[in-house]
């Protein structure tokens, strides 16, 4: 992850955020929602991204053109934000590495 943009603030409390699944789950849902909600983000089940957004789209009175227009800048941004928690997925496998290098005994 390039930190550059984050302060040291900022990455510690990234850390603490992504040892909550539940937590890190829920904003996800509320990141997608924008780009895809189409009555298929349901309660305490993960989102999945790229399902069904297109039908939506498809659904549309505008010409092929545009219907592809709309998919392909509704895929880019679904595609992104799953990049942006990839990223945040790293911090936590970071923290839990250091974790595991810690030495119990000492």
């Known amino acids: 992850m390039n930190k550059d ?3 040291q603030t900022e ?4 850390k603490l955020f992504v040892q909550d699944d ?3 789950e829920a904003v996800k849902k509320v990141l997608l929602a924008g780009v ?3 009555g298929i983000l349901k309660p305490s089940e993960p989102a999945k991204a ?3 957004f297109a039908l939506a789209i498809a659904n549309n009175t505008w010409d092929n053109e545009k219907i592809g227009e ?3 800048a509704a895929y880019k941004g679904v595609t992104f ?3 942006g928690f990839d990223e945040l997925l790293a911090l936590k496998e970071n923290a839990d590495a250091e974790k595991a290098e810690v030495n119990p005994a000492l």
């Open 5 to 7: 943009y984050l302060s």
């Open 11 to 14: 990455l510690d409390k990234l």
């Open 22 to 24: 539940v937590l890190l």
């Open 36 to 38: 895809y909600d189409q």
């Open 50 to 52: 790229k399902l069904n």
């Open 70 to 72: 709309e998919l392909r």
């Open 81 to 83: 934000v799953e990049l």
